[in-house]
């Protein structure tokens, strides 16, 4: 059995966020990750040409923002190394390969029950404060489609995805309109797969400019001012895309990030591609037999050597964490709206749930490092 003050799960950005602020308020801390490095999601699971979709000021982690000659959009490949760097400045050693089974309160402390991956045994954690960093993309979701097990081609999910050079002259289904799958489109198109893309719901559409101008605004402005100008603005940039089978939400693009998570798309270049006709927009998928898709509508089916999930992900928090039935829903998101959605009780905490991406997160994580402190000291 080992024993902390803090025991953190999760070796992501929320985790390695919160690693260093207590490594800065000198408490000491055990960092659990269940796979063989920090940020796992970003070194082994992204594609290629993935970049930070905000401004790199509001993507800093807390105590060391990126370097000045960061791009403003910064690429997978310089935020791995800013990663690199911040572990290494912060003297965070997480202990790898460790997949927490439970999470208990009992006597005053958390009991934390994690499966070395390497001996197979579990192995026991104790500390009096719990801080679940696991963040919003913890395990890969796949839908469930009628005949999806006789697809006679290849099917991934978005994180084994990472370029289209191999898909070539294939005819490639990506399933999934937010940023990755928009984005993976791009790329496919972009190295010659005859590319489609199913848009089952109405989605928002933004450029950099727009998005980043919107969030400036929010600072200042009602969501719903700012919320009015980023629509009215995609209208101005982009049109009617309906024509192209898209439709805009009734609801603006933060209302929606705020009330359910669901994100704008930043556009990469995917709305080129589909007013050309390079990325062909398809309704939602009824069946699948063989290799032949047919969707909703009924009017369209189409053959596919390949079909890409880019269907986002699952929260598994519940499924450990014991007993506390009052702070994370059945979505393992807080029940507590935001900005007290990090607190629970008997030192329970949680890091990144916030739907405000890596700002959010290192917000949280100074929200919790401080209270930490002021319970240990008073």
């Known amino acids: 059995m080992e024993k902390a003050t803090v025991t953190i799960v999760g070796g992501g950005p929320s985790g390695l ?16 990750e269940r796979e063989d490095c920090f940020a796992s999601l970003w070194q082994k699971h992204t594609y290629d040409r993935v970049h930070l979709h905000l401004p790199k000021q509001l993507c800093n982690l807390p105590l060391m923002p990126m370097p000045a000659h960061y791009p403003t959009y910064v690429p997978r490949r310089l935020f791995l ?17 460790r997949s927490v089974e439970a999470a208990t309160y009992d006597g005053g402390e958390w009991k934390i029950e994690a499966r070395n991956s390497d001996s197979g045994e ?5 500390s009096r404060f719990l801080v679940v960093a696991t963040g919003e993309t913890c395990d890969p979701s796949m839908p469930e489609i009628e005949g999806l097990g006789s697809f006679t081609g290849e099917v991934l999910h978005s994180t084994e995805y990472k370029n289209g050079g191999s898909f070539a002259g294939k005819k490639v289904l990506v399933v999934g309109s937010g940023n990755s799958g928009m984005e993976i489109a791009v790329t496919l198109a972009d190295c010659g797969a005859r590319t489609s893309i199913v848009v089952r719901s109405p989605v928002h559409i933004l450029s950099r400019r727009i998005a980043h101008t919107t969030l400036v605004l929010l600072q200042y402005l009602p969501r719903k001012w700012a919320d009015s100008f980023a629509i009215m603005m995609s209208k101005i940039v982009y049109g009617d895309l309906t024509k192209y089978g898209i439709q805009r939400p009734k609801k603006g693009p933060f209302a929606l990030k705020d009330d359910y998570g669901k994100y704008p798309v930043i556009d990469a270049g995917s709305m080129d591609k589909i007013k050309s006709g390079e990325i062909k927009v398809l309704p939602g998928i009824s069946s699948i037999k063989g290799k032949c898709v047919i969707f909703e509508n009924e009017k369209e089916e189409y053959s596919y050597d390949v079909i890409i999930f880019a269907t986002g992900f699952k929260r598994s928090t519940k499924q450990w964490l014991k007993g506390d039935d009052n702070f994370l829903n059945e979505d393992g998101l807080p029940k507590v709206n935001y900005p007290n959605h990090w607190k629970g009780i008997n030192g329970l905490y949680c890091i990144g749930l916030a739907r405000k991406g890596l700002y ?19």
């Open 17 to 32: 966020a919160t690693a260093a602020y207590l490594h800065h308020l000198s408490i000491p801390y055990i960092l659990l």
């Open 81 to 97: 190394d800013y990663l690199n760097d911040y572990v290494t400045r912060f003297h965070i050693h997480p202990v790898y390969r």
């Open 122 to 126: 579990v192995e026991e954690y104790r």
């Open 360 to 378: 959010g997160a290192a917000s949280d994580a100074q929200n919790v490092a401080h209270h930490i402190k002021s319970q240990i000291t008073h």
